[in-house]
């Protein structure tokens, strides 16, 4: 029997003991920071903030490259020279990595591409899910999992809030009015994927650990999300107070296991400091 190995990339955010754990290889995806490429994990989100900070500006983000596919799989198919490679990615809708995935992928046999629609903990959500049907049944068919994770990626749902409007007004994705006046109002917008693409759906006005609870409970009004497993996303900066507030608030909705995931430099670049994320699968 020809061993599964899953893949993704680092915009999954997800937590190294899972990765270690599950053996998913993660190709990085590049930040681009004072004219200097570094791979995302080279460079800290401490970094990031602070560039901000003196500059009034953020970093830029680039897709991974065809080459750095082609290094992965051979990779992988140099460690598990039998291996079927299950590539998960980041959504097609917001980057180039999948199409430069797709590219790489035609020199390599038994190689296979799910394009997730989804980014940081809404990618993490599938990965794992994944990786959990390869635990519970080690001998599952290859076309078998990718039906399963192909089946849960509209079912997937992610909704994240900024710590602030900052990044968003430096990245050029709210005016200098909205910005302004959402400033005045403490109005925090929440950032869902919508057929792949990042979208503001609805707007809170408060501090965060109001805004959050309320997004939390919206969240889980509005989606049927499994009570086995939510995924909850912070950026550094969210304060412990309210990492804890909703992990509670989520076990009190039934849920059997929380898992936070921290944003990376990559994602952090667009959400900024102290933001607060979900994700979760629909039943």
Not at 79 to 88: F, R, T, V
Not at 263 to 271: D, E, L, V
């Amino acid at each position: 029997m020809k061993r599964i190995i899953l893949s993704t990339e680092s915009g999954a955010d997800l937590p190294k003991d899972l990765v270690e754990k599950h053996q998913i290889q993660v190709v990085p995806m590049h930040v681009i920071m004072e004219g200097k490429d570094y791979l995302d994990g080279q460079l800290s989100v401490e970094e990031v903030f602070d560039f901000h900070s003196r500059t009034k500006k953020i970093p830029s983000t680039a897709a991974t490259n065809i080459h750095e596919y082609e290094d992965l799989f051979t990779k992988i198919r140099t460690e598990y020279p039998d291996s079927i490679i299950i590539h998960i990615g980041y959504t097609s809708k917001a980057s180039a990595s999948f199409q430069s995935a797709l590219i790489a992928a035609e020199n390599f046999d038994n190689l296979f591409l799910v394009d997730t629609l989804n980014v940081t903990g809404g990618l993490g959500a599938i990965v794992m899910y994944a990786a959990s049907l390869l635990e519970e049944e080690p001998s599952i068919d290859h076309v078998r999992l990718i039906e399963k994770i192909e089946s849960v990626v509209p079912k997937t749902r992610l909704a994240f809030l900024p710590g602030s409007l900052d990044f968003l007004k430096a990245g050029g994705r709210v005016s200098n009015l909205a910005y302004i006046g959402g400033a005045l109002l403490k109005i925090k917008p929440c950032i869902e994927l919508k057929e792949g693409k990042l979208v503001s759906t609805r707007k809170y006005r408060g501090k965060m650990n109001i805004v959050a609870e309320k997004l939390l409970r919206d969240y889980l009004d509005e989606y049927d999300i499994d009570r086995k497993q939510l995924y909850l996303i912070y950026s550094i900066g969210l304060d412990e107070s309210i990492k804890k507030q909703m992990e509670e608030l989520a076990k009190e909705f039934g849920f059997e296991h929380v898992t936070w995931m921290q944003a990376g430099a990559m994602i952090s670049t667009h959400a900024g400091p102290g933001g607060f994320g979900i994700a979760g699968i629909e039943k």
